[in-house]
């Protein structure tokens, strides 16, 4: 009965736009949310190996190194000096095989019969993001994991094994087979088992455990002590930017396409936020619409209000009414807004995305549900304090 | 329950000069249950006195005193709760929800209280002649039917004081007495006292004190 006394003027112009902006606002601020948290769980396969944000540099080959006037060595001052930039979390120079390295097959394993002369390099185990793999290794192991550039093994398919007539091998079978390992220094020469374990397109080094070099290094190595040539950053979300300035200020050679995903990303999320930013003030504005709604209510049922506070009605009892009432109808807006947003987010731009080549994987909509939860919250709690304010005000000078 | 009042001045009615024995700018003090007939020709501001001793203006010179206590500095939830069990009150203006039944307007206050049952309810409404209302949107009744219903919904809570704004103004004599009856009755149950204030008439009621405006 109170809610027919408070309500009795409550349908109005005012009303149908304060709810058609909480859900259009609503709905969008879910969807940029929850395509902001699928954007940030987007890896390539790359960063899937060696995590997000990782990028190897070098510096770059010119005829001054060529003629020997410049080196492309990172001296220990040029590793500090990356070590102090904000935006480089990690640093890690690259060990390199002080031995001769080659590889063949192992027959009877599918593959066909090659040999290559190779180089190994490490980078700290730290930088490995595999999951599936053990790249540990010790003296017992049976093989040593490998990671081999991507380009390897196009050289061999599409360059190699045409012209000698091989057979093309794929990943799978490359990574299911062994291989021989050849290592010959410091007068020595022995015969290992070798395992590829994944494909770099980042790293065109051929990569194994920090622990085998560690091992092998003494033993075969000729004990020159070199500066890394090339070195692994860590550097922080959306710092692109940064990168390039530094590539042009240390004379820095870079593969582009490992900061491509990091670039696509930093302008989706930037694009993605802009449009969040926009849906947030359709928020704010439509909650103030609905702070006016109850407003007018309020007023227009003034006599009520007095009056059942004249007859002894608590004000407590009258905001609970009309709090409830209007949690009801924010409770609904903000379930149609989570539905339009699964519903636009599902068959409108994941299609879309996939039709221009962008595969984002779902993140959990648990976050999203947060936010609406939130919204929810900030919503009852801006009409509850003015509500009780108006009806206390005119209980107060009656 | 007592009411004091001490030269209290309600600023509308500054201009204006006040015999000897008016209750403005006097000291006097009321004490309930006591039936007391507050008796004045208009304009002489017994709506206002009804709504000064209600808590509902405050624009008066002086000090009220309920129960010793000055009612300046009684806050919304003092007034409400002295509202709801010990201070029952007729408006002159009525101040009913038009908009619900007769039936709902009592029920409204009723289930604050639980102080009567539907059926003694009722029984009040057909006492008073209008049980046959009941269902009717309370606009839609004669100004003498609401003021029934008005009468019937202040008693619908317990109270020490009852503040009646000339009640009985579109009632015939018969069912002003048979008003009064109800209330003198409900009064009496509650061991209650009231303030009616009337243009005159005493209804044939034996007051035992009379305030002069």
């Known amino acids: 009965m109170l809610k027919k006394i408070l309500f009795k003027n409550s349908r109005n112009s005012q009303f149908v736009f304060a709810t058609a902006g909480a859900l259009i606002g609503l709905t969008a601020l879910l969807l940029s949310v929850q395509l902001m948290l699928d954007v940030r769980s987007f890896h390539s396969t790359e960063e899937e190996l060696f995590g997000p944000n990782s990028v190897v540099i070098q510096k770059k080959v010119t005829k001054m190194t060529t003629i020997g006037m410049n080196n492309t060595e990172f001296t220990p001052e040029d590793i500090d000096a990356l070590k102090e930039k904000e935006f480089i979390t990690d640093v890690a120079p690259f060990a390199s095989a002080d031995f001769k390295v080659g590889i063949s097959e192992v027959e009877g394993d599918g593959l066909p019969h090659f040999y290559a002369d190779m180089f190994f390099q490490a980078i700290p185990d730290r930088f490995m993001d595999v999951k599936d793999v053990d790249w540990t290794w010790n003296e017992q192991s049976e093989f040593i994991p490998i990671v081999l550039p991507r380009d390897f093994i196009m050289i061999i398919n599409y360059g190699f094994a045409q012209s000698q007539g091989i057979n093309q091998i794929s990943e799978e079978l490359l990574m299911a087979a062994r291989l021989t390992i050849h290592i010959k220094g410091n007068g020595k020469e022995h015969k290992m088992i070798g395992r590829v374990v994944g494909f770099s397109q980042k790293i065109s080094s051929i990569l194994v455990p920090e622990s085998y070099l560690a091992f092998a290094n003494p033993i075969y190595g000729n004990g020159n002590i070199i500066n890394p040539s090339r070195v692994f950053i860590t550097t922080t979300d959306d710092s692109y930017g940064e990168l390039e300035d530094l590539m042009e200020e240390m004379n820095l050679d870079i593969a582009k396409s490992a900061i491509d995903v990091a670039k696509i990303k930093t302008i989706i999320t930037v694009v993605i936020g802009i449009f969040g930013v926009a849906a947030l003030l359709i928020m704010l504005l439509s909650l103030m619409g609905f702070v006016q709604y109850s407003q007018l209510v309020l007023s227009k049922a003034s006599y009520e209000i007095r009056t059942l506070l004249r007859i002894g009605y608590s004000v407590k009892s009258i905001v609970n009414t009309f709090i409830r009432q209007l949690a009801i109808i924010f409770g609904l807006i903000t379930g149609f807004s989570i539905i339009i947003m699964l519903i636009v987010k599902v068959f409108l731009v994941n299609p879309w995305l996939d039709n221009n080549g962008i595969q984002l994987e779902s993140s959990s909509i648990l976050p999203t549900i947060m936010v609406a939860i939130i919204c929810f919250i900030l919503f009852i709690v801006a009409n509850y304090l003015n509500v009780k304010k108006t009806i206390f005000n005119l209980g107060k000078d009656q | ?213």
């Open chain 2, 1 to 213: 329950m007592t009411i004091e009042f001490k030269s209290v001045l309600p600023s509308p009615l500054k201009e204006y000069p006040h015999q000897n024995d008016s209750v403005w700018k006097s000291n006097f003090v009321l004490e309930f249950p006591n039936n007391v007939m507050l008796n004045a020709s208009s304009g002489k501001g017994k709506t206002t006195f009804v709504n000064l001793v209600y808590g509902i203006r405050s624009d008066y010179d002086g000090v009220i005193l309920i129960n010793n206590r000055d009612i300046r500095t009684m806050s919304l939830f003092e007034w409400i709760e002295l509202r709801r069990t010990s201070l029952s009150v007729i408006f002159q203006d009525l101040q009913l929800f038009g908009e619900l039944t007769l039936w709902e307007n009592l029920i409204l206050k009723n289930q604050l209280t639980n102080h009567k049952t539907e059926n003694e309810i009722e029984s009040m409404l057909n006492h008073l002649g209008i049980g046959d209302r009941k269902n009717q949107i309370c606009k839609t009744l004669s100004y003498g039917q609401q003021q029934r219903v008005a009468i019937i919904r202040s008693l619908l809570q317990p109270f020490e004081l009852l503040l009646m704004d000339e009640p009985f103004s579109h009632l015939d004599e018969q069912n002003a007495k048979l008003a009064l009856d109800l209330i003198s009755e409900e009064t009496k149950k509650n061991n209650a006292g009231f303030i009616l204030s009337s243009l005159g008439s005493k209804h044939g009621y034996n007051f035992n004190q009379e305030l002069k405006l």
